[in-house]
């Protein structure tokens, strides 16, 4: 248990001053892929204000991937396709709400208790 919390942990960044996880690294908690995270969100996007997720500005993007492991390099070009979408705890939730798998729903325990 307290290992998936530290897994957790170590992919929440400080963005603008605030304590947010990325949503390709949400999506992995979750199980699912990255695009079907996004594409609820896009559903369900009254779900989400801004002070629950905000898609990070390309010089942010930027500055992540190269502080990311190697596996997080870009196989193809040097540019960013889609800017990433950066979610509080509350957006965490949230988005383990509008997926309503039995995956994220099991995991959104951890992360809320990664973000403490």
Known sequence: ???QIATIASVIRTIRGKKM??????ARIYGVPTRRLNEQVRRNAKRFPSDFMF???A?????LLRSRSQIA???RGT???YLPLAFTEQGAIMAAN????PEAVRMSVFVVRAFV
């Open 59 to 63: 010089a942010e993007s930027e500055s």
């Open 55 to 57: 898609k990070l500005t």
């Open 79 to 81: 540019n960013i396709k």
């Open 98 to 101: 509008v997926l309503n798998s």
């Open 1 to 3: 248990m307290s290992n």
């Open 73 to 75: 390099i870009l196989k």
């Open 21 to 26: 996880i990325l949503d390709a690294d949400l």
